[in-house]
């Protein structure tokens, strides 16, 4: 089996983290012995001695000052960010219009810039709560495990059906697991949504290879290419299955 094109991972790491960190409990301070070393008294006592029957001295912590946090407070996680605006979604677009743009020049390194801040705008949700399950599903993939990877992808499917990169991470979690229908027909529904997905159409072109539809795999791959023209293994893929044609043909 090929393994899936790169899946995105956050480049910004921009950046979520999956859990919350735990806090350690404190160990507390090892208790005294049973008994306490009573120091010999040779003639005055010195200045400042406690009277002999004297109650000893209260050594408890005094109360913090009321304009203090008590500890639980200062370890509460921040607030999620706000949902971007339909404004920030247009600019957000525009932004791709003409990153999609530099892709592809077939000149020069711009293009890679660009397509690694493609990747970034397609990990993002627009919810803190749907990225963390984006977040949890490609670490279970990265973990290598797929069920997992799927239960997490599917939650965010469900939750966020317009997002195009949950689909398309749970089609590459379904195809690791060797069920092609599903991820074919999530493939599908990413470039539904998000029809310049170069990685979808690339992994399509594997999917089809595979299966033996050569014609389809070229078409994929070829479609790739036009919109990111520098992917070396779409360049390959397609060059190879021309030749398989040709010597076919002949």
Do not use: C
Not at 11 to 19: E, F, K, N, R, T
Not at 135 to 151: C, N, P
Not at 204 to 224: H, I, K, P, V
Request: hydrophobic content about 40%; charged content about 25%.
């Amino acid at each position: 089996m090929r393994w899936p094109v790169p899946h995105f991972h956050i480049a910004v790491a921009a950046g979520l983290i999956l859990w919350p960190a735990a806090v350690a409990p404190g160990f507390a301070e090892p208790a005294s012995a049973g008994y306490r070393v009573i120091p010999v008294q040779t003639d005055a006592p010195p200045e400042n001695a406690q009277p002999e029957n004297a109650p000893p001295e209260d050594d408890s912590p005094q109360d913090a000052p009321d304009d203090q946090a008590p500890p639980d407070e200062a370890l509460t996680e921040p607030a999620a960010p706000p949902e971007p605006t339909a404004e920030a979604r247009l600019r957000e677009r525009e932004d791709l219009d003409a990153l999609f743009a530099e892709l592809a020049e077939p000149e020069g390194e711009a293009w890679s810039r660009a397509e690694t801040d493609i990747l970034r705008i397609w990990s993002r949700s627009g919810s803190a709560s749907m990225d963390m399950l984006l977040k949890r599903g490609e670490a279970a993939l990265d973990a290598g495990d797929t069920g997992s990877a799927i239960g997490h992808l599917t939650a965010l499917t469900d939750h966020a059906p317009d997002f195009a990169g949950g689909w398309y991470l749970r089609g590459v979690a379904f195809y690791l697991q060797g069920d092609y229908g599903v991820a074919i027909a999530d493939m599908a529904e990413t470039l539904k949504l998000e029809p310049r997905h170069f990685g979808a159409l690339t992994q399509l072109g594997a999917m089809f290879e595979e299966l033996g539809d050569n014609d389809r795999a070229l078409d994929a791959y070829r479609a790739s290419l036009k919109i990111h023209p520098h992917q070396q293994d779409a360049a390959d893929a397609v060059t190879r299955l021309e030749a398989q044609s040709e010597g076919t043909d002949a």
